[in-house]
């Protein structure tokens, strides 16, 4: 019995860690999908950014983020403290304590950090400063992410209330729109984006076929995503369940791409590649809460209400609002991340109205006012807004010193 024991431990650890691993990949598909669907002189930026930021976090969750989401508390207020060295040992597996290492959950839920912080690169970018973005990304990952994180999956007050978020539709996708879209009010649309008599400009991304790899990549990552968080699979119940969500999340993200790729036909007359993309995550972030209970069949409805409902933001949020978000971050993150939280209540019964409701209140206004407050103090302080003529020239040769495609964007003199 202990060795089976002892089995079944190491199995879930090592599922845990591969899971974690395919979503660290997740962090190469943001980075593709936003250096795709951005200008040329802005690449290299974008690629300094998501590389920082993942560091960032990996390095603020050790010193207290996790400390904060899974540590003591009050329910409302976190307690604090630094990850450990210390793991699992022999007696604690076989006395039925443990069931995978505490430093594989750790990494499982770092990379999760990583994945709310690259939501906000995308919907800055192109005139945002460097090292504003990754000052807030220390704040984001180290703080605001792990408290709310704590009151949903680390016991807290919203778990009491009878919150469902199974792999993070509210608490992670939401979140990281919420950051973003409190950055994007402060710091105002990309130059020539709206005219003066209210006019919308596009500007094309100088890479589609890369925006289109990363789509790929981040589908791929998602089944770690939502997979793993499952938390194990060495018995036959788990196993199901996993292949389940599995199933399910793929069929999410084909819902959705085909559901958006179907409205932009009906709505510009053309098929649309950027909508198609965004539908796909759109579809995935939409099963996201609960990609367990539903039926196949459902979880492709879930996604393709998904990918209609992509397409609509992203259109009124830019015509309506005019929020410049050159990646769709917030639509696909935020909007589809609370249809998400609310598609749970089609297959989950023990889901109910008031308890996700409070969720994404809770979540957004947590999450917005207080990145509002951090970025109002950033610029304040160092500013987060590049000069015109800096944004005019690309931010790579400004903030960067070089640039991602020299021989397309140089003129030899």
Not at 189 to 201: D, F, L, Q, W
Not at 226 to 252: H, M, P, Q, W, Y
Not at 265 to 289: E, H, P, Q, Y
Not at 330 to 347: E, K
């Amino acid at each position: 019995m202990e060795q089976i024991m002892e089995v079944s431990y190491a199995l879930d650890t090592f599922y845990f860690l591969m899971s974690g691993a395919l979503v660290m990949w997740m962090a190469a598909g943001f980075t593709m999908l936003e250096s795709g669907l951005v200008r040329a002189k802005n690449t290299a930026e974008i690629l300094t950014k998501n590389v920082g930021l993942y560091s960032i976090a990996c390095i603020m969750y050790m010193l207290c983020g996790y400390g904060i989401m899974y540590g003591d508390g009050t329910g409302i207020i976190p307690g604090i403290g630094m990850l450990g060295p210390a793991d699992n040992s022999v007696a604690d597996v076989t006395a039925g304590d443990a069931y995978y290492s505490d430093l594989s959950d750790f990494f499982f839920q770092v990379v999760f950090v990583a994945t709310a912080m690259s939501i906000v690169s995308g919907a800055v970018a192109e005139r945002m400063k460097l090292w504003s973005f990754l000052v807030f990304a220390v704040v984001l990952t180290g703080f605001i992410y792990p408290v709310q994180g704590y009151w949903s999956w680390g016991e807290g007050f919203l778990e009491d209330l009878g919150y469902s978020d199974y792999a993070g539709s509210g608490i992670v996708h939401m979140a990281g729109a919420s950051a973003a879209l409190a950055g994007v009010i402060l710091l105002g649309a990309r130059k020539g984006k709206y005219g003066p008599r209210g006019e919308v400009n596009a500007i094309p991304g100088a890479n589609l076929p890369l925006a289109t790899l990363g789509t790929f990549i981040l589908w791929l990552g998602w089944f770690g995503f939502n997979g793993g968080s499952e938390l194990k699979i060495s018995d036959v119940e788990s196993a199901n369940a996993v292949a389940r969500v599995f199933t399910n999340t793929n069929l999410a993200a084909a819902g959705g791409l085909v559901g958006a790729l179907l409205l932009a036909k009906a709505w510009f007359g053309k098929a649309d590649l950027t909508m198609a993309l965004n539908g796909a995550l759109a579809g995935l972030v939409s099963i996201t809460a609960e990609p367990l209970t539903p039926t196949p069949l459902l979880a492709t409805v879930i996604g393709l209400i998904g990918g209609l409902i992509v397409v609509g933001s992203i259109v009124l949020l830019d015509r309506r609002f005019r929020i410049d978000d050159p990646v769709g971050a917030i639509s696909v993150h935020g909007t589809c991340g609370v249809w998400g939280v609310l598609a749970v209540l089609l297959s989950n019964d023990d889901a109910t109205v008031g308890g996700q409701l409070a969720g994404l209140a809770v979540i957004f206004a947590w999450v917005f006012l207080v990145s509002l407050l951090a970025w109002f103090v950033i610029r304040l302080v160092m500013g987060i807004r590049v000069t015109e003529e800096e944004e005019y020239d690309g931010v790579d040769i400004h903030e960067c010193g070089l640039e991602a495609y020299p021989e397309f964007t140089r003129t030899d003199k």
